[in-house]
Nanobody, 115 residues
Framework: QVQLVESGGGLVHPGGSLRLSCVAS????????MAWYRQAPEKQRRELVA????????TYADSVKGRFSIDRDNPKKMVYLQMNNLKQEDTAVYYC????????WGQGTQVAVSK
């Protein structure tokens, strides 16, 4: 059974940092394009934040470029999101998934950025 389990969220002040982790029980993990998504409060859709290919090629949403960094550990089936210089607009529930996404979304991890 596919499982995506996110962790590492929390409450931080603007300018703070967090490192999110995701363990993905995917048989095809090593060859999968992995990504972090987020869903802000009162938003109905998830936003693609960052992605990383099996070879380590990364892409970022314009809103997080220069502040967020995605990486992966294929043997451990882990994906990480280092978030620096956090802003209040980064407040959201963060999820990891593939691209295209699969239906088995995890619970996500809450990130709250507040003064």
């Amino acid at each position: 059974q596919v499982q995506l389990v996110e962790s590492g969220g929390g409450l931080v002040h603007p300018g703070g940092s967090l490192r999110l982790s995701c363990v993905a029980s995917l048989n095809t993990f090593a060859s999968s394009l992995m990504a972090w998504y987020r869903q802000a409060p009162e938003k109905q859709r998830r936003e693609l934040v960052a992605s990383i290919s099996s070879y380590g090629t990364t892409t970022y949403a314009d809103s997080v470029k220069g502040r967020f960094s995605i990486d992966r550990d294929n043997p451990k089936k882990m994906v990480y999101l280092q978030m620096n210089n956090l802003k209040q607009e980064d407040t959201a529930v963060y999820y990891c998934n593939t691209i295209p996404s699969i239906d088995h979304w995890g619970q996500g991890t809450q990130v709250a950025v507040s003064k």
